[in-house]
């Protein structure tokens, strides 16, 4: 059973950081793969970022490449998102979203979702 809640959402001003982490109270985190998604009101789920089950493997989407960081902490069973530079149009909520198998960028082949935390960045 996977089981994620994030945290470390709030509120910025733009050009700061924040730091959100999706912890998994489950016992199979090292088997998936991660990935990071954010929503805005009335529009569709798109993808931040993804990390590989091991680690050795990210990818991002390009409006966050060179600013968003994606990590994960197997001994934590947490996910990370570093978040640097930020823009208002960063503001959205966040979500952490886990798979088996390979990393992917459409939200509906991730069966695991956490709750979403709220980002907002101030102009």
Not at 41 to 52: N, T
Not at 61 to 87: E, P, W
């Amino acid at each position: 059973q996977v089981q994620l809640v994030e945290s470390g959402g709030g509120l910025v001003q733009a050009g700061g950081s924040l730091r959100l982490s999706c912890a998994d109270s489950g016992r199979t985190f090292s088997m998936y793969a991660m990935g990071w998604f954010r929503q805005t009101p009335g529009k569709e789920r798109d993808f931040v970022a993804a990390i590989s089950w091991s680690g050795d493997i990210t990818s991002y989407a390009d409006s966050v490449k060179g600013r968003f960081t994606i990590s994960r902490d197997g001994d934590k069973n947490t996910v990370y998102l570093q978040m640097n530079s930020l823009k208002p149009e960063d503001t959205a909520v966040y979500y952490c979203a886990g798979r088996g198998g390979a990393i992917y960028k459409i939200p509906d082949e991730y069966p695991y979702w956490g709750q979403g935390t709220q980002v907002t960045v101030s102009s």
